[in-house]
């Protein structure tokens, strides 16, 4: 049938489901066929006669076996295909995933709308196809709010030539069949029937090879439950369908609410403040992308941290993020839960750590280099600075982060009291991991400069990335620098954690985002890098040395709220003193302990 499909020209062929009504006999077929090629027919001329239901079987066939490549290669790393038993189970997956996707397909069939749904799913398909595969990336509900939530610039560098021509080759020629192919309609009653005899044929032969085969499914599908967010296109629709319904569909209960209301600085906290005068400033970068791994503070063999090494700052080294992804780690970051009861939606429904400071009297401003707050800021300052022209600190398309600490004193002494400030780095955000810092980092050499970080060498592709924690090392320096030129005024404390990490090619995998079960450390072993002024020391009793103690301990996201809540010695119902990384090395506390 694919042959027919193939090398019919116009008013030649008729394809029909059932094998019994090709209308013409197979002879003059090939004869008309013969005439039209040697006469060199041209494109337009093509007239491909076929049945809606023959059209939904071809489709699910080519989308089962060349837009699922990611899934048999994981599938076949689980089967003992040198078996009858193994070949025989692999058959069977091949018969039910094209017989589920042939259901879907019949329910988008009607005439209207039968070709651009078609067209539609080849193409995005594809698109999923080249992710899954060049990247490793897995497309489930957190993946589309990313690419919701991006923007143009983040998502223009992941357009490539690789990328086009996988879309061009895997979609677009599949979809231009679909395109020029005739589709032929029987008499209501006739199509009708055979569209119920095609679309319960595929129910049955999918539900009896179930059911045939349903041990082998249990045993793998118990130990590889990742296997089902493989299967394209079905799993990204389900995950999208999901993320709609959360994000535009469902009934939002009230407005938001909100938490930390009976927060205040406590009178212990005011009093020590006293003494010397002076406000505290607490800094939180929030960096992007950045690994544990590539920081020489933590023992890697390269010179990433030449300046932050300096700086006496304590590198706590088993840091691990909430999410594999921004817009996932960001909010779960300024959440007052934790990562085992974290859910975006919740987190949405509520207030967080800027609201609870602000409840308290603490002044807050958020600045972003990157691409938003993800909600976090709602309520409370908000600059987005990443698209200033300042001619040393900007190019055309982009600020480096440097841009952060552009005009912030006179932004921090507009306010009275105490102040949270967030700085929201661009910081190693790839695949252009090139792009992210200038000319006087490029260091590493030679470096990746292609977007597809899959067509370099794994070397350069990890100088251009190292580049960029490079340029954050210098980066992070400058704003305790700035830090320091505030002691007149303010005690400072400085933290660093980055949102999530980043895969640079290890086990195949790149860029970052896998559901966080199947992630590898690379993606969620995250640096996270404090320093604290002489003055916030000595005004509180905070003891740096004792900090370097527990530079190896677990850690996370979870720690952030009540870390950050503690410095300004809020009291609150929201607090939990188990998790303020500080506090037991306090002096008081240390003391009594
Ligand atoms: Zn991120």
């Known amino acids: 049938m694919l042959v027919c499909l193939i090398s019919s020209c116009k008013g030649s062929l008729v394809i029909e489901w059932a094998p019994t009504s090709i209308t013409h006999n197979q002879e003059t077929i090939w004869m008309i066929e013969m005439k039209h090629l040697m006469r060199g027919a041209r494109l337009s001329e093509i007239d491909l006669n076929i049945s809606a239901p023959a059209l939904l079987w071809l489709c699910s066939i080519y989308i089962m076996l060349a837009d699922n490549q990611y899934f048999w290669r994981a599938l076949l790393k689980l089967i003992d ?52 595969t060049k990247y490793g990336v897995i497309i489930d509900k957190s993946m589309i709010q990313n690419v919701v939530e991006t923007d143009y610039k983040e998502a223009s560098e992941l357009i490539s030539f690789s990328l086009l021509f996988y879309l061009a080759l895997y979609g677009l020629l599949p979809a231009l069949v679909v395109g020029l192919v005739t589709v032929r309609y029987r008499p209501f009653v006739k199509e009708s029937l055979i569209r119920v005899l095609s679309l319960f044929g595929a129910a049955f032969l999918a539900g009896f090879l179930i059911w045939a085969n349903y041990k082998n499914f249990v045993l793998i599908g118990r130990e590889h439950r990742e296997l089902r967010m493989f299967v394209n296109p079905t799993a990204p629709l389900y995950e999208a369908y999901k993320f709609a319904q959360n994000k535009y569909f469902k009934v939002v209960e009230g407005p938001i609410q909100a938490i930390g209301l009976d927060g205040h600085q406590s009178t212990q906290y005011l009093q020590a403040r006293k003494i010397e005068g002076k406000k505290t400033i607490v800094v939180l970068v ?30 706590f080294n088993n840091t691990y ?23 975006s939606s919740d987190a949405g429904r509520h207030e967080n750590l800027l609201d609870v400071l602000s409840h308290s009297g603490v002044n807050v401003l958020w600045r972003d280099n990157n691409s938003g707050c993800k909600g976090v800021c709602n309520r409370v300052s908000y600059e987005d600075v990443s698209n200033l022209s300042i001619p040393a600190l900007c190019n055309t398309s982009e600020c480096f982060d440097e841009i952060l600490l552009h005009q ?15 700085l929201h780095q661009k910081g190693s955000h790839g695949p252009a991991y090139f792009k992210r810092y200038p000319e006087a980092f490029r260091r590493f050499t030679p470096e990746c400069t292609d977007s597809a970080p899959q067509n370099c060498q794994k070397e350069t592709l990890l100088n251009a990335y190292d580049n960029s924690i490079l340029y954050a090392d210098h980066f992070l320096h400058q704003t305790i620098k700035f830090l320091k030129s505030m002691s007149g005024q303010y005690n400072a404390v400085f933290l660093y954690v980055s949102d999530h990490g980043e895969s640079l090619g290890e086990n195949g995998l790149y860029l970052h985002g896998l559901p966080y079960a199947l992630s590898p450390d690379e993606q969620r072993h995250i640096p996270m890098i404090a320093w ?7 005004s509180f009793g905070l003891d740096q040395q004792c900090l370097k103690k527990h530079v190896g301990q677990a850690y996370s996201h979870d720690n952030i709220f ?15 003193k188990d998790h303020d990384i500080f506090r037991q090395c306090l002096a008081g506390i240390k003391d009594s302990s």
């Not at 929030?286 to 932050?308: H, I, M, Q, S």
């Not at 594999?324 to 300024?334: G, R």
């Not at 912030?408 to 967030?422: C, H, K, S, T, W």
């Not at 604290?532 to 000595?538: D, L």
């Open 321 to 343: 993020s909430c999410g594999t992804s921004t817009a996932e780690s960001v909010p779960c970051i300024f959440s007052n839960l934790d990562r085992v009861d974290y859910s």
């Open 532 to 538: 604290v002024s002489s003055g916030y020391a000595a």
């Open 81 to 132: 295909i040198s078996t009858w038993s193994g070949i025989s189970f692999c058959f069977s997956i091949m018969a039910i995933l094209t017989c589920v996707f042939s259901v879907i397909f019949h329910a988008f069939s009607a005439k209207v709308i039968l070709k651009p749904v078609l067209i539609l799913i080849l193409i995005l398909a594809a698109g999923v196809g080249y992710f899954q």
């Open 408 to 422: 912030l004193q006179e932004r921090i002494q507009q306010n009275n009291g105490d102040i949270f400030v967030v």
């Open 562 to 576: 009540h870390s950050m809540l503690g410095l300004f010695g809020v009291e609150t119902k929201q607090y939990k």
């Open 286 to 315: 929030v960096g992007e992308t950045a690994r544990a791994k590539d920081f020489a503070l933590n023992g890697y063999a390269r010179e990433t941290n030449p300046e932050l090494s300096k700086d006496d700052v304590v590198s």
